[in-house]
């Protein structure tokens, strides 16, 4: 899995931070959400798809 976040839409709300901590982080500016490991282990792929439902403005891309 490798995941990409828009930072074009990203606008920092942090859902995807709550939900999969040890993928995502915010940003020192706290405006965009920084990708920790693009490509995590498949056991944390769980995580990773409810935090990429969660993003209020769809930012966060799973590509298989």
Excluded: Y
């Excluded at 606008?11 to 490509?39: I, K, N, W």
């Amino acid at each position: 899995m490798k995941i990409i976040v828009d930072e074009d839409l990203c606008q920092g709300h942090g859902d995807c931070v709550m939900e999969a901590p040890t993928v995502f982080e915010l940003g020192d500016d706290d405006l965009v959400v920084q990708v920790l490991d693009a490509s995590p282990s498949e056991d944390l792929r769980e995580e990773v798809e409810l935090a990429a439902r969660r993003c209020p403005v769809n930012a966060i891309i799973i590509e298989s």
